[in-house]
């Protein structure tokens, strides 16, 4: 019971500090269907031409909930409308952070430079003033006098994109969406800063290659983190493979050719210099890089690249589905189940029931304790499926307890005193309530993998009250059972107990012999009532002993009868 006031302690005390000095709210957050949210509709963005597969959007579907997932957030709905958009349902007011994990479409290449130059398109005239670069002719040459053998080879850049490149403006073109530019093609484009233009050859490896990815310091060769963040890339045996020959080509080659450029959704997040041969498939990622935004970014790679990028059709508030009057009427549901426990437990158990309501009341404190702590450390929402869970745990935790009690029973019928019955029916107890408690957990295990989301609420709490059972038997219900065994009242078998030995059917005489009570001391009522609680609970090899009994009884009073007879 030491141990228990320490966990109440710990996770109060936590609570009480994040309410005071962050975030945190002595209730629990609540999910979509009882608080609202914010819904989010994406619209894919295809290439010419192509038309959007419904196989595509379950995988964007797929990915989009890993990453919100990642970001923490629980409870969300992510579905698709009709054959063409994507509906995101975030409960609550989501931060900018998670907003932009399910904006953002993560389509990351990876294109070998071509050319880099500043900027602007400012070009400096043979009178050494600046003017913008004029607008490509017409009739310029566009098509590679020679077919390109490789994405570096420089019969990409033909008359006609060499003059796109030199007009192009990195502050004019900095909202223009290039997320959907063919693969096949030659890119302009600029860094994430609009510090630098490139012109990048055709698409030689995709993000879809992508294995895992992370977010981690950057250490030099000697080991010493540099404190600057990176993220750390492990391709597919594919994406090794072509990584691989890119670098080998481009380990030989000078100048911004030497570059190999890593495109997110149309921007260059980097585009490092490459001087070695890259043959294990494990690249890394540096640039002006922040822990959250590394992470970010590792996030979205590590689940893989959208099969398209997205365009937010709209964003707006919504209501909530069901709403504060169905969780009161499942708090009520809660609270008439746990009356109509505490009426049983009396009813059965007279004063021993105090034991059940007091457990429930210290499995409940816990329960409320760690859902409001995960609410605020790791955005828990509660939602109607994950109440029904806790009021089904109601039952589940009683359950331990009607077991533990019934074995203090037996042992009582068997003679011990209550002090040993209680550590006997416990050693007999503990492991019916191991086994019982193993199924629920493993039942909840496999309903919240395989279940859908809305099923998941009430597949968590029901692992999470499972686990709070077992602590609360073993710290609180046990330890005060053994107190209890110590009291005058209980041990004397009052009763209004519960462990009235007479009552439940067997007087303890001695060498484990019983002996029936006599009404003249107990009262007839109550030695009939204690005859058939006797009788109800023998086992079977006393059952057949007394039939073997009985059968023998009548032969011999059979044979005395012949005996007169005659």
Known sequence: MTWLGVIVVVLLGTLTAGVLFSNATWLPKLALDLEGGTQIILSPQVENGQSVQQQQLDQAVSIIRQRIDASGVSEAQISTEGSRNIVVSLPGKPDQQTLDRVKASARLDFRPVLLTSGPTNQVVGADGKSTPAPSPAPGLQSTPS?????????????????????????????????????????LITCDDNNTVKYLLGPVEVKGQNISDASAGLMQSSQGVTTGQWAVNIVFDATGTKQFAAVTTRLNALQGAQNQFAIVLDGRVISAP?????????????????????????????????????????????????????QLISGLIAGLIGLILVAIYTFFQYRLLGLVTIFSLVVAGTLTWLTISLMSWHYDYRLSLAGVAGLIVAIGFTADS?????????????????????????????????????????????????????????????????????????????????????????????????????????????????????KPELVGAGKAARSSGEAARRQTIAERKAAELASASTSSSSDRSSDGKDN
């Open 273 to 325: 210099t490459t001087n070695a041969v890259i043959t294990d498939g494990k690249p890394q990622i540096s640039g002006n890089f922040t822990e959250q935004s590394a992470k970010t970014l590792a996030d979205q790679l590590k689940f893989g690249a959208l099969p398209f990028s997205f365009k937010v059709q709209s964003q707006d508030d919504i209501s909530a589905t069901l709403g504060t009057s």
């Open 146 to 186: 020679t077919k390109p053998t490789n994405g570096s080879d420089l019969a990409w850049v033909t008359p006609a994109l060499q003059a796109e490149f030199n007009a192009f403006s990195c502050d004019a073109n900095k909202n223009k969406d290039l997320s959907a530019a063919p693969t096949d093609k030659p």
């Open 401 to 517: 307890f009607i077991v533990y009690f019934e074995r203090i029973r037996d042992e009582l019928r068997d003679g011990r005193s209550l002090e040993s019955a209680v550590e006997a029916g416990w050693g007999r107890a503990r492991r019916t309530i191991y086994a019982s408690k193993a199924t629920n957990l493993l039942a909840a295990v496999v309903l919240y993998v395989l279940a859908a989301a809305n099923v998941r609420g009430f597949a968590f709490t029901l692992g999470l009250t499972t686990i709070i059972d077992v602590i609360v038997v073993l710290l609180f219900t046990h330890p005060t059972l053994q107190l209890l065994a110590k009291t005058r009242f209980f041990s004397s078998g009052h009763p209004l107990s519960g462990l009235d030995p007479e009552a439940l059917g067997a007087v303890y005489r001695g060498a484990a012999r019983f002996r029936a009570p």
